[in-house]
């Protein structure tokens, strides 16, 4: 499923400007007094928990177990005047947090595991000799045998793969038998082939002692950076939000725990905003869009009480009410949401940019089909799969405030004003009182689209593989059903489950494109070509063409040449941030602030760049855009930086570490992860297949390139083999 989010910001809606403030009142003080304490009190009970231990072994939370817990803090009095929504999007947050905190754990703690038994492997010829009381001929006589089982254990389909990926394949065999065997000379044989990359030196070649002695340094050096890494706290949410941090730390007291310490210092020295967590709306059908003139909006009194879990039929109905008055004629432009389990009266009229309002008029239209008949049409296929509520600053009000003022003054002086006549006097609207926070920061909804549904063939597509899915699981559910009722056991929740999905699909297979899309031909790439992209320091982004089948490079493009008359911006970048680079010393010099914004240019920049990456692709037809995985490039370049400071500069420590923060400035100065999600959010859209590849460190940027899109071609080749073997009428009869 190809997905991209739009951001799009809320008005209020409401007769008066006082019920237009207290519609943002009430989203704020359901945020900050119970939606997100809620999330911080799951935090510390999840993380408290006895059987947290056991999660972080299966590498995931038990949903069982979350939603005791969860149900136990709806019972308290703070909490029961939440929307169901709103308790929903509390569990969810939570679940998602340690879902991703506890794989990245995992992750870090696997690739700490393999550099720990990398580094237990490699050792000199004389240390081998020691260990397993041999003569260096006898281990290399032994390492040849090996070498020989690791390339007979090679399947004859691994000779249709690249070097580099059939070499991956050795070294695992190698690892795997120096951890299970107890033979010291096997031990030392395999140690001896993986120090060596598979190659049996003769007696006249010397060992390069310094040479093994940086490569154990430099994996010595990448454990350290992972080391530090899991060191890191568990997630406990946002603790500081709506709050005072000087009063907060005053009644703290004594620190003794530095964890604690660094958490409180980390609030203290940065720019905090101090936002509550978003709410988080799952389903397609939780939010409920209308026209602004059909939601007739009431003025909210400051002392009402606020509904709970209100269904919006009035809004449905308004809906298609006005979907028949207005059928012939063309349809508002202006959009309206509210959210289920909301009360009605907190409305909002969304705004946005040009390029992505479109997809809202469409959700709009869509939910007005779907409405003249529920049993006919499904909300399976809306192109609002789910969205987020979140409070966000926003200083284009602002900014539109001084320009309407330089514009008066110019008017006034074409006119000839004096200066006391000038109409300066253009107050800054409530939205900026900073006693009231509900008017500073502002509301933005972000729409999760799935981009196929823009188009009729895309939804054809996907209507196909739901109905094979949907199929698959209707047939494990009879097969559960018939096992159930044969011990006896309840059948309810099960034959629920089933009329449900039995549902899903009939309307799945009556859609005869009822939502009008229009039609767009499919991207149809060749797949045996494939894009490269290789990403370097401050920035730098090379897109490598590849034919994947002759191991050819077509074309090859840099970023000055992808951005063409826009590398200028680079340039510009580059500027402004030595700028602020200066003015962030001299004012740590004097203790002043040092936080200084810098501009949207990087922003820009990565939007340009993706942009010309998905051009440069659809013009040789590429099948397949291959990304790099930046956070395991930036620990691998890090830890070498730090092995090469730590060797040249003679124990100077700072020196040392000034070499090492010059260097490390180079990598972690530009957004990568960023530029990353541009180019696969734009290939989504266009429906180019997107991997990510491991980067390597050496080689010019065209060869790493080349490098990982061939590497990515040869292993989805290799995965389809394998699935058409698995499928073939001899496997099964077998």
Same mark, same amino acid.
């Given at each position: 499923?190809?997905?991209?989010?739009?951001?799009?910001?809320?008005?209020?809606?409401?007769?008066?400007?006082?019920?237009?403030?207290?519609?943002?009142?009430?989203?704020?003080?359901?945020?900050?007094?119970?939606?997100?304490?809620?999330?911080?009190?799951?935090?510390?009970?999840?993380?408290?928990?006895?059987?947290?231990?056991?999660?972080?072994?299966?590498?995931?939370?038990?949903?069982?177990?979350?939603?005791?817990?969860?149900?136990?803090?709806?019972?308290?009095?703070?909490?029961?005047?939440?929307?169901?929504?709103?308790?929903?999007?509390?569990?969810?947050?939570?679940?998602?947090?340690?879902?991703?905190?506890?794989?990245?754990?995992?992750?870090?703690?696997?690739?700490?595991?393999?550099?720990?038994?990398?580094?237990?492997?490699?050792?000199?010829?004389?240390?081998?000799?020691?260990?397993?009381?041999?003569?260096?001929?006898?281990?290399?006589?032994?390492?040849?045998?090996?070498?020989?089982?690791?390339?007979?254990?090679?399947?004859?389909?691994?000779?249709?793969?690249?070097?580099?990926?059939?070499?991956?394949?050795?070294?695992?065999?190698?690892?795997?038998?120096?951890?299970?065997?107890?033979?010291?000379?096997?031990?030392?044989?395999?140690?001896?082939?993986?120090?060596?990359?598979?190659?049996?030196?003769?007696?006249?070649?010397?060992?390069?002692?310094?040479?093994?002695?940086?490569?154990?340094?430099?994996?010595?050096?990448?454990?350290?950076?992972?080391?530090?890494?899991?060191?890191?706290?568990?997630?406990?949410?946002?603790?500081?939000?709506?709050?005072?941090?000087?009063?907060?730390?005053?009644?703290?007291?004594?620190?003794?725990?530095?964890?604690?310490?660094?958490?409180?210092?980390?609030?203290?020295?940065?720019?905090?905003?101090?936002?509550?967590?978003?709410?988080?709306?799952?389903?397609?059908?939780?939010?409920?869009?209308?026209?602004?003139?059909?939601?007739?909006?009431?003025?909210?009194?400051?002392?009402?009480?606020?509904?709970?879990?209100?269904?919006?039929?009035?809004?449905?109905?308004?809906?298609?009410?006005?979907?028949?008055?207005?059928?012939?004629?063309?349809?508002?432009?202006?959009?309206?949401?509210?959210?289920?389990?909301?009360?009605?009266?907190?409305?909002?009229?969304?705004?946005?940019?040009?390029?992505?309002?479109?997809?809202?008029?469409?959700?709009?239209?869509?939910?007005?089909?779907?409405?003249?008949?529920?049993?006919?049409?499904?909300?399976?296929?809306?192109?609002?799969?789910?969205?987020?509520?979140?409070?966000?600053?926003?200083?284009?009000?602002?900014?539109?405030?001084?320009?309407?003022?330089?514009?008066?003054?110019?008017?006034?002086?074409?006119?000839?004003?004096?200066?006391?006549?000038?109409?300066?006097?253009?107050?800054?609207?409530?939205?900026?009182?900073?006693?009231?926070?509900?008017?500073?920061?502002?509301?933005?909804?972000?729409?999760?689209?799935?981009?196929?549904?823009?188009?009729?063939?895309?939804?054809?597509?996907?209507?196909?593989?739901?109905?094979?899915?949907?199929?698959?699981?209707?047939?494990?559910?009879?097969?559960?059903?018939?096992?159930?009722?044969?011990?006896?056991?309840?059948?309810?929740?099960?034959?629920?489950?089933?009329?449900?999905?039995?549902?899903?699909?009939?309307?799945?297979?009556?859609?005869?494109?009822?939502?009008?899309?229009?039609?767009?031909?499919?991207?149809?790439?060749?797949?045996?070509?494939?894009?490269?992209?290789?990403?370097?320091?401050?920035?730098?982004?090379?897109?490598?063409?590849?034919? +994947?089948?002759?191991?050819? =490079? $077509?074309?090859?493009? %840099?970023?000055?040449? &992808?951005? *063409?008359?826009?590398? @200028?911006?680079? !340039?510009?970048?580059?500027?402004?941030?030595?700028?602020?680079?200066?003015?962030?010393?001299?004012?740590?010099?004097?203790?002043?602030?040092?936080?200084?914004?810098?501009?949207?240019?990087?922003?820009?920049?990565?939007?340009?760049?993706?942009?010309?990456?998905?051009?440069?692709?659809?013009?040789?037809?590429?099948?397949?855009?291959?990304?790099?995985?930046?956070?395991?490039?930036?620990?691998?370049?890090?830890?070498?930086?730090?092995?090469?400071?730590?060797?040249?500069?003679?124990?100077?420590?700072?020196?040392?570490?000034?070499?090492?923060?010059?260097?490390?400035?180079?990598?972690?100065?530009?957004?990568?992860?960023?530029?990353?999600?541009?180019?696969?959010?734009? +290939?989504?859209?266009?429906? =180019? $297949?997107?991997?990510? %590849?491991?980067?390597? &460190?050496? *080689?010019?940027?065209? @060869?790493?390139? !080349?490098?990982?899109?061939?590497?990515?071609?040869?292993?989805?080749?290799?995965?389809?083999?394998?699935?058409?073997?698995?499928?073939?009428?001899?496997?099964?009869?077998?």
């Amino acid at each position: 499923m190809s997905k991209v989010t739009y951001s799009f910001r809320l008005d209020a809606l409401g007769k008066t400007p006082k019920a237009r403030e207290e519609v943002r009142r009430y989203f704020w003080e359901l945020m900050i007094q119970q939606h997100t304490p809620l999330i911080n009190q799951l935090n510390l009970q999840v993380a408290q928990h006895p059987n947290f231990a056991n999660w972080q072994n299966n590498n995931a939370v038990d949903a069982d177990d979350l939603k005791r817990l969860w149900r136990s803090l709806k019972k308290q009095p703070q909490f029961e005047t939440m929307p169901e929504r709103a308790f929903v999007s509390a569990r969810l947050v939570t679940n998602n947090t340690y879902e991703s905190w506890l794989a990245l754990q995992a992750k870090r703690q696997d690739e700490l595991n393999k550099l720990l038994h990398s580094i237990e492997v490699l050792k000199t010829d004389v240390e081998l000799i020691a260990i397993s009381g041999c003569d260096l001929d006898v281990i290399r006589n032994r390492a040849k045998e090996v070498l020989s089982e690791a390339n007979a254990q090679i399947s004859e389909d691994s000779k249709k793969k690249s070097k580099k990926a059939i070499e991956g394949g050795i070294y695992k065999i190698l690892y795997d038998k120096h951890r299970i065997t107890d033979d010291l000379l096997e031990k030392c044989a395999v140690a001896y082939l993986i120090k060596n990359r598979f190659k049996i030196k003769s007696d006249e070649t010397e060992e390069d002692v310094k040479k093994l002695g940086d490569r154990i340094h430099r994996k010595q050096k990448e454990t350290e950076i992972l080391q530090k890494q899991l060191q890191s706290r568990l997630p406990k949410g946002r603790p500081w939000v709506g709050k005072d941090i000087l009063d907060e730390i005053a009644s703290i007291g004594v620190v003794e725990d530095e964890t604690e310490w660094n958490s409180i210092e980390s609030a203290l020295l940065k720019k905090q905003t101090f936002l509550p967590h978003p709410i988080l709306f799952e389903s397609s059908d939780d939010l409920i869009w209308a026209e602004p003139e059909r939601c007739q909006i009431k003025d909210i009194q400051p002392d009402e009480e606020n509904s709970k879990d209100t269904e919006i039929e009035g809004v449905k109905a308004k809906n298609l009410q006005a979907g028949k008055e207005n059928s012939n004629t063309e349809p508002r432009k202006r959009v309206c949401v509210c959210f289920k389990s909301f009360d009605e009266k907190y409305a909002f009229e969304v705004a946005g940019d040009y390029r992505h309002i479109h997809a809202v008029r469409q959700a709009l239209e869509e939910r007005k089909i779907y409405d003249e008949d529920t049993t006919q049409n499904t909300s399976a296929l809306f192109l609002v799969r789910s969205a987020t509520l979140i409070w966000r600053e926003y200083k284009k009000n602002e900014n539109r405030i001084v320009r309407r003022r330089k514009v008066a003054n110019k008017r006034a002086n074409r006119e000839g004003q004096s200066a006391d006549t000038k109409p300066d006097s253009l107050p800054a609207p409530e939205f900026y009182d900073p006693d009231f926070p509900w008017n500073r920061y502002q509301l933005f909804l972000h729409c999760t689209i799935e981009t196929r549904y823009l188009s009729k063939e895309g939804t054809e597509l996907d209507i196909e593989k739901q109905k094979k899915s949907t199929a698959k699981t209707l047939q494990t559910l009879e097969k559960n059903i018939a096992e159930l009722e044969g011990k006896g056991e309840s059948t309810k929740t099960r034959k629920d489950r089933h009329s449900r999905q039995s549902g899903t699909l009939r309307r799945l297979e009556n859609y005869d494109n009822n939502y009008e899309r229009p039609s767009k031909p499919l991207y149809a790439g060749q797949p045996h070509i494939v894009t490269g992209v290789a990403l370097g320091s401050s920035g730098l982004t090379t897109a490598t063409i590849a034919d +994947a089948t002759s191991d050819k =490079i $077509l074309e090859c493009r %840099g970023l000055k040449a &992808l951005l *063409g008359k826009n590398y @200028e911006l680079i !340039k510009r970048r580059q500027f402004e941030r030595q700028l602020n680079l200066r003015r962030r010393t001299q004012n740590q010099k004097r203790g002043a602030n040092d936080q200084f914004g810098e501009s949207n240019l990087g922003d820009t920049i990565d939007k340009h760049t993706a942009n010309a990456v998905i051009d440069f692709a659809k013009k040789h037809q590429s099948g397949c855009i291959v990304l790099p995985d930046m956070n395991d490039y930036r620990r691998r370049k890090q830890a070498e930086i730090a092995a090469f400071a730590e060797r040249e500069c003679g124990g100077w420590k700072g020196i040392e570490k000034k070499f090492a923060k010059a260097q490390n400035e180079k990598i972690h100065s530009w957004s990568y992860e960023r530029l990353i999600k541009y180019i696969t959010n734009q +290939a989504e859209k266009e429906g =180019i $297949l997107v991997k990510i %590849g491991r980067q390597p &460190l050496q *080689g010019s940027s065209q @060869e790493q390139g !080349k490098q990982m899109a061939i590497e990515v071609y040869k292993a989805i080749e290799a995965y389809k083999n394998k699935a058409k073997s698995e499928k073939s009428p001899s496997n099964k009869s077998a």
